[in-house]
C-alpha cells in the first residue's frame, strides 16, 4: 500500500515539479508608439524624450529606443520603443507617477498626434545579430496571406538560415495582435551609412541557389508571390 501511495504521490506531483522547473518567459517582445511631433518643435522633442529615457528607460527589459522615419508611407514619424521585455516584465514597467508626470509635462506638448500603438515579438531562431551597432534600419512589413503561415515560415527559416552562414544581421517580427491591416511580420536589416544601398558584394540569389540547388531562388520567389498580399518598405533612422 505504501508503494502504491508513493508511486500516486510521484504521479500526481511530477507535472507540478517540472512546471517549478520551466524557464522564465523570454524577454522578446518589443512596444512601440508612433508619434507625429509639432513642426519646428522636433528638437526639443527628441532632448525632452532623451532625458525621459535616461530617467526612467536606461537599461533592462524597459530600455527604451527613439526613431525617426525617414523613407517610406510613414516618414516624418518618430518611433519610441520599449523593451525586449515579457509579458511578466511588463506588469512592473514604469506607469503612473512621476513616469507619466515627466512625459505629460515635458514631451507630450511637444506632440501633435499619437498613432498606432503596437507589440512585436523578436523570433530569436530566424535573426542574426552580428554584434555591431548600427544607426538605421530598412524595415519590410509583411501581409501574410491567411493560412499560408505555415509556407511563409518555412520559406524564412531557409533565408535566416543564408544569413546565419554569411553573418548578415536580419531580424523578423511577429505582431502579437492581429489588427487586419496587413502588419503580420516585419523584416529588418540594419545598415550604418546610405552609402552601403550602393554596395552589391552579396547577392542572395547565388547564395540560396548554392545551398538549395540551381533555380530555387526564382523558385522561391514565385512562391514569395502565392503566399504574401503585399509588403510597405520604409527607413528608420535611430534618434538616441
Not at 40 to 46: D, I, L, S
Not at 215 to 226: P, R, V
Request: hydrophobic share 35%.
Amino acid at each position: 500500500m505504501r508503494k502504491l501511495t508513493n508511486l500516486l504521490v510521484g504521479v500526481f506531483c511530477l507535472p507540478l515539479l517540472m512546471m517549478g522547473q520551466q524557464e522564465a518567459p523570454k524577454s522578446t517582445i518589443v512596444s512601440i508608439e508612433y508619434i507625429k511631433v509639432k513642426p519646428g518643435m522636433e528638437a526639443k522633442f527628441e532632448a525632452a524624450v532623451k532625458c525621459h529615457n535616461n530617467t526612467f528607460h536606461k537599461d533592462g527589459a524597459y530600455v527604451s529606443s527613439l526613431f525617426y522615419i525617414t523613407v517610406g508611407d510613414e516618414a516624418g514619424w518618430y518611433v519610441w520603443t520599449m523593451g525586449p521585455f515579457s509579458y511578466t516584465q511588463l506588469d512592473g514597467a514604469p506607469g503612473e507617477g512621476a513616469h507619466a508626470d515627466d512625459w505629460r509635462k515635458k514631451i507630450a506638448t511637444y506632440v501633435a498626434e499619437y498613432g498606432r500603438s503596437e507589440f512585436w515579438r523578436h523570433n530569436n531562431e530566424l535573426s542574426v545579430n552580428d554584434g555591431d551597432d548600427e544607426s538605421m534600419q530598412t524595415t519590410w512589413v509583411v501581409d501574410v496571406k491567411r493560412g499560408e503561415w505555415y509556407r511563409f515560415e518555412a520559406f524564412m527559416e531557409k533565408v535566416a538560415a543564408i544569413h546565419k552562414k554569411k553573418n548578415e544581421e536580419f531580424h523578423m517580427w511577429t505582431n502579437e495582435y492581429h489588427t487586419g491591416d496587413g502588419r503580420d511580420v516585419a523584416l529588418t536589416w540594419p545598415f550604418d551609412k546610405w552609402a552601403e544601398m550602393d554596395e552589391d558584394d552579396w547577392k542572395m540569389k547565388d547564395e540560396y541557389d548554392a545551398e538549395y540547388g540551381e533555380g530555387s531562388w526564382d523558385n522561391a520567389l514565385e512562391e514569395w508571390e502565392d503566399i504574401v498580399v503585399d509588403i510597405t518598405q520604409k527607413v528608420w533612422r535611430r534618434v538616441e
